[in-house]
């Protein structure tokens, strides 16, 4: 398990697999991604997709799963 406190330091480290919430309810799963930026003093990060080059910003709350494990609050 992950801790959410400890995400900004995992991103950092290159390509990673996500899934996260979004505002829908769906999960998203991204196999690919990196960090482009990570927004310490608000609740947000920015992820591009590998595979598509789509760049999403997400809720650090709302993230699930990093890497295969489990990320807890």
Known sequence: MLHISQLHKVVELGEFSIK??????????????????????????????????QIRKVRRLSVIEFNGEEVTL
Request: hydrophobic share 30%; aromatic share 8%; proline share 3%.
């Open 20 to 53: 996260f919430v979004e505002k829908s309810g769906a999960i998203i799963h991204g196999p690919r991604c990196i960090c482009t930026s990570f927004h310490s003093a608000g609740r947000t990060m920015n992820l591009k997709f590998c595979d598509s080059e």
